[in-house]
């Protein structure tokens, strides 16, 4: 009888009954180590992303990665949108799949530029080699997905190649001329520079060779008829000439990634930060109230009154918040003022575009980039 009573006992008791030991959910002060990162005067702690599953086992709290959980927290929020900058909001995401997407957008995403330029005539003071760099970094208003990638062994062709023309001079005897990116011309018939001038003086019945092989006119193409390609930005200065001076030449813009040179990154920038969070831990009036708001250089408080001839210090942009920690120098009087932190699983992600591809498309590509590689990963494990 003795022995039976224990064991209804210990089906009676266990840990998990205890108060002060929850039931699938963590403890404040471990929930807030998960969940941010906490940014003292010295120094930020609890950086760590927690992503063991059995990190929490002896609390009773599932810490496991689970798709549905994912499917459900996962959302992609557009704070701003312009024709050359995005920002949005990524929640509930690791901040390694964030740092995939920009690796991804300066790296691997690919667009037009130009890779190799013929000059048949450049009496200017800039070396070719300088002219040819110049040339290369002027983003291209073309879209890649259009064209093909050209290999070593292949024929530069409508489907692989933009052409451009530039031939300007400056007259003798006027003033100087500055030459921009508005010169470059679009050759939609391909190259017009002979490879052998004597083959074409020989056989004239024959079409002399150019350094372009095109079946086609690409202006004849349905994607180019409203969609001429062309440089994105019409000023940029790549050369002055002086009187008398020319320059004569072809660039021929092939398709390519930043991973290979940075004039195919389709980003200016691409980077995110984890999301600002500010938090009063007491009331802050009056004056206290005021010298917090002259402490925030980007204006992150305001002061409303409260009644009575009281004020109070409140936070009003979070999102402002650049870390500078002024808020809580100047004392531990402060630090018990304010808190600073970081939401681990908030990022709020900025795009700025070079003009090839929107901003918005950028993205989309990136994302299939990024789903081209777990496709591969996965087929090479099974």
Same mark, same amino acid.
């Given at each position: 009888?003795?022995?039976?009573?224990?064991?209804?006992?210990?089906? $009676?008791?266990?840990?998990?009954?205890?108060?002060?030991?929850?039931?699938?959910?963590?403890?404040?002060? /471990?929930?807030?180590?998960?969940?941010?990162?906490?940014?003292?005067? @010295?120094?930020?702690?609890?950086?760590?992303?927690?992503?063991?599953?059995?990190?929490?086992?002896?609390?009773?709290?599932?810490?496991? /990665?689970?798709?549905?959980? %994912?499917?459900?927290?996962?959302?992609?929020?557009?704070?701003?949108?312009?024709?050359?900058?995005?920002?949005?909001?990524?929640?509930?995401?690791?901040?390694?799949?964030?740092?995939?997407? !920009? !690796?991804?957008?300066?790296?691997?995403?690919?667009?037009?530029?130009?890779?190799? =330029?013929?000059?048949?005539?450049?009496?200017?003071?800039?070396?070719?080699?300088?002219?040819?760099? #110049?040339?290369?970094?002027?983003?291209?208003?073309? @879209?890649? #997905?259009?064209?093909?990638?050209?290999?070593?062994?292949?024929?530069?062709?409508?489907?692989? &190649?933009?052409?451009?023309?530039?031939?300007?001079?400056?007259?003798?005897?006027?003033?100087?001329?500055?030459?921009?990116?508005?010169?470059?011309?679009?050759?939609?018939?391909?190259?017009?520079? =002979?490879?052998? *001038?004597?083959?074409?003086?020989?056989?004239?019945?024959?079409?002399?060779?150019?350094? &372009?092989?095109?079946?086609?006119?690409? @202006?004849?193409?349905?994607? %180019?008829?409203?969609?001429?390609?062309?440089? $994105?930005?019409?000023?940029? +200065?790549?050369?002055?000439?002086?009187?008398?001076?020319?320059?004569?030449?072809?660039?021929?813009?092939?398709?390519? +990634?930043?991973?290979?040179?940075?004039?195919?990154?389709?980003?200016?920038?691409?980077?995110? !930060?984890?999301?600002?969070? =500010?938090?009063?831990?007491?009331?802050?009036? @009056?004056?206290?109230?005021?010298?917090?708001?002259?402490?925030?250089?980007?204006?992150?408080?305001?002061?409303?009154?409260?009644?009575?001839?009281?004020?109070?210090?409140?936070?009003?942009?979070?999102?402002?918040?650049?870390?500078?920690?002024?808020?809580?120098?100047?004392?531990?009087?402060?630090?018990? #003022?304010?808190?600073?932190?970081?939401? $681990?699983?908030?990022?709020?992600?900025?795009?700025?575009? &070079?003009?090839?591809?929107?901003?918005?498309?950028?993205?989309?590509?990136?994302?299939?980039?990024?789903?081209?590689?777990?496709? !591969?990963?996965?087929?090479? /494990? *099974?």
């Amino acid at each position: 009888m003795a022995e039976n009573e224990g064991k209804e006992e210990e089906k $009676k008791f266990s840990i998990w009954d205890l108060p002060d030991v929850p039931m699938g959910k963590l403890p404040p002060h /471990l929930e807030l180590q998960r969940t941010r990162v906490v940014c003292n005067v @010295d120094a930020p702690i609890h950086t760590e992303s927690i992503q063991y599953s059995g990190a929490y086992a002896s609390m009773g709290v599932d810490n496991s /990665l689970r798709l549905d959980h %994912f499917s459900n927290n996962f959302r992609v929020e557009v704070v701003r949108l312009t024709e050359e900058v995005m920002e949005f909001d990524m929640i509930g995401i690791d901040a390694a799949i964030a740092n995939a997407f !920009r !690796r991804i957008l300066i790296a691997e995403v690919p667009t037009m530029a130009i890779e190799k =330029v013929l000059i048949a005539n450049n009496t200017s003071i800039v070396q070719d080699e300088v002219l040819s760099h #110049r040339l290369g970094l002027i983003p291209i208003s073309a @879209d890649p #997905r259009l064209f093909e990638y050209m290999s070593d062994n292949d024929q530069p062709n409508e489907k692989n &190649t933009i052409v451009f023309k530039l031939h300007v001079r400056c007259k003798k005897g006027g003033p100087r001329f500055t030459v921009k990116s508005d010169e470059l011309k679009w050759l939609p018939q391909g190259s017009e520079f =002979v490879k052998d *001038s004597r083959s074409a003086t020989s056989s004239s019945n024959s079409k002399p060779e150019t350094y &372009t092989s095109f079946t086609c006119r690409q @202006d004849s193409l349905p994607d %180019f008829v409203n969609n001429a390609p062309g440089p $994105k930005y019409l000023d940029i +200065i790549t050369a002055i000439l002086g009187p008398g001076q020319e320059i004569e030449l072809e660039a021929h813009a092939v398709k390519g +990634i930043g991973k290979t040179h940075a004039k195919w990154s389709p980003v200016g920038t691409a980077w995110y !930060r984890m999301l600002p969070e =500010v938090v009063l831990l007491k009331e802050v009036e @009056d004056d206290v109230a005021e010298e917090l708001k002259r402490r925030c250089p980007v204006n992150v408080f305001d002061i409303e009154d409260i009644g009575n001839g009281k004020k109070s210090a409140t936070v009003a942009r979070p999102r402002d918040c650049t870390l500078c920690r002024e808020c809580i120098r100047g004392g531990e009087e402060w630090e018990k #003022r304010v808190a600073l932190r970081r939401v $681990k699983d908030h990022f709020i992600f900025t795009i700025e575009s &070079t003009g090839a591809l929107p901003p918005e498309v950028l993205f989309t590509e990136a994302v299939k980039v990024l789903e081209d590689k777990c496709e !591969r990963v996965i087929t090479d /494990l *099974s």
